[in-house]
């Protein structure tokens, strides 16, 4: 069975699309845009314990069994940052979302 990917001119808010930096990319959530000044805000995902990350009770993945870590302050990305590609298999379970909503608030 093969996987949907959806590619959008537009970023749409409450949806995932892959951070790229230099060692690849990581999954992240964007839950707030101003396409005016280019400046998309989103929560990093990861799936590597370390300090200034948060761990969720549940994986964003439910294909995958490890564990996963969200980056404990949201960041500000530009649209050259986020791929086009939209990752439809993520989703933030009900017991996170708490967890998500303080880590929104922090900026």
Do not use: Q
């Not at 990305?77 to 298999?89: G, Q, V, W, Y």
């Amino acid at each position: 069975m093969s996987k949907k990917i959806i590619y959008t001119k537009h970023l749409l808010k409450g949806r995932f699309y892959l951070h790229g930096d230099h060692k690849g990319g990581h999954p992240a959530y964007l839950y707030k845009k101003r396409d005016n000044r280019n400046m998309y805000f989103v929560i990093i995902f990861t799936s590597k314990k370390k300090s200034g990350r948060v761990k969720l009770k549940r994986s964003i993945n439910p294909d995958s069994a490890k564990d996963s870590y969200a980056l404990s302050k949201p960041a500000i990305a530009k649209r050259r940052d986020l791929s086009r590609m939209e990752l439809t298999n993520m989703r933030i379970d009900k017991v996170d979302k708490p967890t998500i909503e303080v880590i929104k608030r922090k900026r």
